[in-house]
Nanobody, 114 residues
């Protein structure tokens, strides 16, 4: 079992920045990758960025050059710059195990609005 706890969401103006954090606990050695996903109202959950245990990162095209994922399998950070209204969503921390089981945090709301 893996437990994930997120923090750092909030309200920000367009063009602003936010940093999301996630801390994993439980069976840490079982984790092969962590990442961030988001779900906007009326839309499906989508990948934002992931990082593997080897440090390989992957980003959605919509956030490349604006968001940066960093950390490891215990502490994960998503630095979000140049935020746009379309980035408004609930952001979820994810951990995937070597058996390809997914664990999710409770989500943190990000609202980009003037």
């Amino acid at each position: 079992q893996v437990q994930l706890a997120e923090s750092g969401g909030g309200l920000v103006q367009p063009g602003g920045s936010l940093r999301l954090s996630c801390t994993a606990s439980g069976n840490i050695p079982s984790i092969r990758a962590t990442g961030w996903y988001r779900q906007a109202p009326g839309k499906e959950r989508e990948l934002v960025a992931t990082i593997t245990i080897g440090g390989i990162t992957n980003y959605a095209d919509s956030v490349k050059g604006r968001f940066t994922i960093s950390g490891n399998m215990v502490t994960l950070t998503l630095q979000m710059n140049s935020l746009k209204p379309e980035d408004t969503a609930v952001y979820y921390c994810n951990a995937q195990t070597w058996s390809l089981k997914d664990y999710w945090g409770q989500g943190t709301q990000v609202i980009v609005s003037s």
